[in-house]
């Protein structure tokens, strides 16, 4: 199992990233193909700021964030956006301890807990960097 590993480890840094980012990527795209629908969630969670704004924000945040932690490129500070997004979101978007309906607050509990474990990943991403196999990496050399 270690040869295996150690054969392929400058790939498994590319496999996480690109399936940390694949929801993030899928959302972001869901958003925007679905603007009403999405406007009227994030309409839902009574903030105090423009939905809009918070629509495009996360649109933003999902679609350039997902992206750069794809290919590698100011990954840590894409990780760390993030990660403070799924923070965010779970917190304001998956309270499950408010929800009175039982099934529902199942559901929600799950989404927020996905939320904090996608998070995690991200710090983890954040502290130690893209890998070999990252734009960041290839930029270092050259310097």
Known sequence: MNTLIANNAKFLPVAGRVLLAAIFISSGLSKVTGWEGSLAY??????????????????VTELVG???????????????????FSIVSAILFHNYWAVTDAQMAYIQSIMFWKNLSMAGGFLVL??????????????????
């Open 66 to 84: 997902g992206a750069l932690v794809v290919v590698g490129f100011q990954t840590r500070a894409a990780a760390l956006a993030l990660a403070g």
């Open 126 to 143: 954040a502290g130690h960097g893209a890998g070999a196999l990252a734009v960041d990496n290839l930029l270092a050399k050259k310097a």
């Open 42 to 59: 994030v309409g839902s969670a009574g903030l105090p700021l423009p939905s809009e704004l918070l629509l495009l924000a996360a649109i």
